[in-house]
């Protein structure tokens, strides 16, 4: 069974395509079904059951982590809406940026995703 170590080192490419930016994708192939998913909880979370509720404490590990960073380094978090022109924004901030170099803003923005979703099972009253 592979490490988080040896996923990454195997498994991540950084490509650049711009010196002024930085966009971080997330995309694990080994987790695009619900099976795939439903091992990863119980073989590498360690846990009997694999449930969605599994899933938001590592969400809140990872966002409080990026909290910690943006806070301890006083970098803005911005929070675009729907449609807004995300690079438009970006090259604003980057204008009035006095350093030679640093993290100018972390950007966040929920993209439409397809996905499966699992749903709580009913079972009949009486």
Do not use: W
């Amino acid at each position: 069974m592979p490490n988080i170590a040896s996923i990454i080192r195997d498994h991540v490419v950084l490509s650049i395509r711009c010196v002024d930016r930085l966009y971080v994708n997330g995309y694990l192939p080994k987790l695009q079904s619900s099976g795939q998913l439903a091992y990863f909880m119980t073989e590498q979370l360690g846990k009997p059951i694999p449930s969605p509720a599994l899933l938001r404490p590592l969400h809140d590990r990872f966002v409080e982590a990026i909290e910690r960073f943006a806070s301890a380094c006083g970098v803005p978090v911005v929070r675009f809406e729907r449609r807004q022109r995300k690079d438009d924004i970006a090259s604003e901030r980057r204008q009035s940026f006095q350093d030679s170099e640093g993290v100018v803003m972390l950007g966040v923005a929920q993209e439409r995703m397809r996905s499966f979703k699992a749903h709580r099972r009913r079972t009949p009253s009486g």
